[in-house]
């Protein structure tokens, strides 16, 4: 088979759009307490609090991250009573983070344990 022969998803180059939004959205997870919010939101829907006693973080520094989350899509927010519960906005999101995490598990395996030379 030559490089000419590929056929599949990864042929033709994705839309302009999309691209923006996926790095927008990459941006947004470059960011271990936002990651983590995410990671958690993916699980549960959970009010600032809840979120800000599990990562051991202030309240306003988990708003402003939630806001951020919210503005790029990644988030959704509904009120119960005195409560804004946030959620991660559908399973493509902890899709996505599986993903990321599965991988950084096995780059750091590689860095660890380098294959040996080869003679």
């Given at each position: 088979m030559y490089a000419t022969d590929n056929v599949g998803p990864f042929t033709d180059l994705p839309a302009t759009e999309h691209v923006d939004v996926a790095v927008e959205g990459l941006r947004m997870l470059a960011d271990p307490t936002r990651l983590r919010?995410?990671?958690?939101?993916?699980?549960?829907?959970?009010d600032v609090s809840t979120l800000a006693e599990r990562l051991g973080a202030t309240r306003p520094a988990i708003s402003q991250h939630l806001t951020k989350l919210r503005l790029?899509?990644?988030?959704?927010?509904?009120?119960?009573?005195?409560h804004v519960?946030?959620?991660?906005?559908?399973?493509?999101v902890g899709e996505l983070l599986d993903v990321l995490l599965h991988d950084a598990g096995h780059r750091r395996a590689m860095t660890a344990h380098p294959r040996a030379e080869a003679p």
């Open positions: 919010i995410l990671w958690l939101l993916c699980g549960d829907e959970l790029a899509g990644l988030v959704t927010q509904r009120r119960a009573g005195r519960l946030s959620r991660a906005r559908d399973h493509h």
